[in-house]
């Protein structure tokens, strides 16, 4: 028996070194792989500290064995919940396109990105779909909107879904903000970063070809923001001359730097979330329609169970970012608050006056 537990000891060591490649996937609670790996260690050091001895009597190593029995037992069950563990991470271990020291091309990137949603969501939808599943967005539709309950139900679901999906555009929003920031001749950069961001929303859809309105309206934020910079352009060029004139010099320097892996990473965090949503709303895993208290449960479970912490996440990632970037433009001036509140106002408008429907 010792042979074999030393076997499933070093299978268990081994896959516990592996969830390290998770560590950035939106599935992992803050310290998670760390508690799972220090339960493997204990596992661990519990077999070696059992490990029967040549010199121990026959009483001790029969205690020895009775306790490798249940010790055999206990790896099993972690063993198990290891997969449990690996299948939940996968789900949101998007593919990051900053790998290995370098940021991938575009079109790399994007092939990867599919082949992650294609083995990760669209076979499972696909199957969903063949059993009659609908999405949680379908179902809102089936509700009975002249009886009360039923308006509360989809009310408490809808109001979770626009705060949600507001939130998220925000970050997109302040992503933008970072990369106009980090140079005074931004135009160029800034388009190229909408086309990519627009690229890659089109890859999160769980079901191939499909007119996710969760994809849809992110897409629709991103057009906001190229038209608001249309809007703003004539401001910001007066904003960058009196800087300039302050300073005493002709052209702007760049106080910072955003290099490849920190905006990858901060755009790696809100593609998650992106996701989420989609997957919350648009995935048809559901095989029935949700009673109302059901319905009013799963709101609150999204707001505040699958959401909350990843999203708080993402703005101290955001907030530590902001306060080691120089502006070209000052954020605090009439200009750029006009601009942010035009986008704000922009931003609810798209998510509150949205109606939920199939397909739409």
């Not at 991938?104 to 969501?121: D, N």
């Not at 906001?224 to 005493?248: I, N, P, Q, V, W």
């Not at 290099?259 to 989420?276: A, G, S």
């Amino acid at each position: 028996m010792t042979s074999e537990l030393q076997v499933s000891i070093d299978n268990i060591t081994r896959r516990l070194k592996q969830l390290n490649q998770f560590k950035d996937s939106g599935s992992v609670r803050v310290g998670e792989i760390e508690r799972l790996q220090e339960t493997g260690e204990q596992i661990r050091k519990s077999y070696e500290d059992r490990k029967p001895s040549s010199r121990s009597n026959k009483q001790v190593r029969k205690r020895l064995m009775l306790e490798m029995e249940a010790l055999k037992m206990k790896i099993e069950a972690f063993d198990a919940s290891l997969d449990v563990y690996e299948e939940k991470f996968r789900k949101y271990n998007v593919p990051k396109r900053f790998q290995t020291a370098y940021k991938q091309p575009l079109k790399t990137y994007l092939e990867q990105l599919q082949e992650f949603m294609k083995t990760s969501w669209r076979k499972e939808a696909e199957k969903s779909r063949e059993k009659g599943q609908r999405s949680l967005i379908e179902w809102m539709e089936k509700f009975d909107h002249s009886n009360e309950e039923d308006k509360i139900a989809v009310k408490a679901l809808k109001t979770a879904f626009n705060e949600l999906g507001i939130r998220i555009s925000r970050f997109f929003m302040e992503y933008f903000f970072l990369i106009m920031a980090v140079s005074n001749k931004s135009d160029e950069i800034m388009a190229l970063s909408l086309y990519e961001v627009k690229a890659v929303l089109k890859c999160l859809t769980v079901e191939e070809n499909s007119k996710s309105i969760v994809i849809k309206t992110f897409l629709s934020m991103v057009q906001l923001f190229e038209g608001a910079m249309k809007l703003a352009g004539s401001f910001s060029d007066e904003a960058k001359g009196r800087k300039s004139k302050a300073d005493g010099t002709d052209e702007e320097k760049v106080m910072f730097f955003l290099d490849d892996k920190i905006e990858d990473d901060l755009l790696h965090l809100i593609i998650i979330e992106v996701l989420r949503l989609e997957v919350s709303f648009c995935s048809p895993d559901m095989p029935m329609k949700v009673t109302n208290d059901v319905a009013f449960s799963m709101a609150n479970h999204l707001l505040y169970n699958v959401f909350w912490d990843k999203l708080n996440r993402v703005g101290t990632k955001i907030d530590g970012l902001k306060a080691d970037i120089q502006f070209v433009q000052d954020e605090y001036s009439s200009e750029m608050k006009f601009f942010r509140e035009v986008l704000d106002a922009g931003v609810e408008e798209l998510w509150t006056e949205l109606i939920p429907k199939p397909g739409s």
